[in-house]
């Protein structure tokens, strides 16, 4: 039996949003989902426990950082990422492609691959697609990602197309050269906000019957409203029976405007990188604990919120360890927002098997934290 299966067990009346099981060698993933990065093989401030008890099903790593430091060797080891990172739960690892063309001062990229140098030393790296998956293999997560080119916003359509045509081409070639079965290889869509290249990256890439497609290029600096104009036929043309995986998105408005596209997975690496700014997502907007109204409020972060943080302490307290810059005020708003998103994930489940999603959406788009994300 193959390892990776994925199933719809609901669908909306009235949305393209479903629920579904995506089976791995180390879990059943629940749909709709998000995901928390931990980018080092480690979510910032956050225990593999603390994350299992506020309902992470999966996390990711990324391949460019680990593959610098400490390397995809070390990790291999040490008997691959689960047991490197004491998590049993599924893993994702990104390719790390976008961090090559984003985080490299200099990028000299051609068709067989892209040179690059270490944010950590400077030192000189080639990767070609083949390398990449060397690379991913070695790190054994469950999902890893084909190499490709993530071009930013605005960009040129010509950039933009040969990103495309590029990412097509390497993502042959990943599938080509990847071997391990206990591993799903994921394609990836691009194209910008340009509707026909979407689809010529969509056509070009079902030809090549992935397990999963993430949707890439987004959350790049385009607007709002046209990131999610130009999803909607994305996934409309996706495989219904494939996971859909949304890259970089984790804004709770958009995860659930997404949701109702039909998209099933989210990741990002807002809800921690707020929090250790001192903020805290809340069904109210977000908050700024540094602000001084927050000194002597003695009410829970988010009235409506069960997580462990809204059920133990209080709103003054958490902006003391802010305003101190004490590390559990982090570990604490990191918690907190990781929770927001999840259970956010779950109620859409919920209200999708139930079919009511409509009607959820419509509530959370009238609601006074809507327009604040």
Not at 17 to 45: D, I, Y
Not at 261 to 270: E, H, K, Q
Request: proline fraction near 6%; hydrophobic fraction near 40%.
């Amino acid at each position: 039996m193959h390892p990776f299966t994925f199933t719809i067990s609901a669908t909306d009346r009235t949305t393209a949003a479903r629920a579904g099981l995506f089976a791995t060698p180390h879990g059943v993933v629940p749909t709709p989902l998000f995901m928390p990065v931990g980018t080092r093989a480690t979510v910032k401030g956050v225990t593999a426990d603390q994350l299992r008890d506020i309902g992470a099903h999966i996390v990711l790593a990324n391949t460019y950082h680990l593959f610098l430091r400490p390397g995809a060797e070390v990790v291999a080891e040490a008997g691959g990422l689960h047991r490197f990172m004491g998590w049993d739960r599924p893993i994702l690892t990104d390719s790390g492609g976008f961090q090559v063309f984003s985080l490299a001062e200099t990028v000299d990229l051609t068709d067989d691959g892209v040179a690059f140098r270490s944010i950590l030393d400077g030192t000189k790296h080639f990767w070609t697609p083949e390398d990449n998956m060397v690379v991913q293999e070695a790190l054994g997560a469950d999902i890893i990602m084909q190499l490709d080119q993530c071009p930013p916003y605005p960009a040129e359509r010509s950039f933009v197309a040969e990103a495309v045509r590029r990412s097509a081409e390497w993502a042959v070639r990943c599938k080509a050269a990847h071997t391990r079965g206990d591993q799903a290889l994921f394609g990836i869509v691009q194209g910008g906000v340009f509707p026909d290249l979407r689809a010529q990256s969509v056509a070009r890439l079902v030809e090549l019957d992935f397990p999963g497609y993430g949707i890439g290029g987004y959350s790049v600096g385009e607007p709002h409203d046209l990131m999610l104009e130009s999803l909607a036929p994305v996934t409309d043309a996706l495989p219904g029976d494939r996971p859909r995986y949304l890259m970089g998105v984790g804004n709770p408005t958009t995860m659930l405007e997404a949701i109702g596209l039909g998209v099933d997975l989210f990741d990002c690496v807002l809800p921690t990188r707020t929090a250790r700014m001192g903020t805290a997502f809340s069904s109210e907007g977000r908050m700024n604990l540094r602000n001084a109204k927050y000194a002597r409020d003695l009410g829970p972060l988010d009235p409506g919120c069960s997580c462990p943080v809204c059920t133990t302490y209080t709103r003054a307290y958490l902006r003391h360890l802010v305003s101190s810059k004490e590390m559990l005020g982090s570990t604490l708003l990191s918690i907190h927002n990781l929770h927001l998103l999840l259970d956010l994930a779950r109620r859409a489940r919920l209200a999708i098997e139930a079919g009511t999603f409509a009607a959820f959406l419509a509530e959370w788009r009238t609601g006074p934290g809507a327009d604040d994300y």
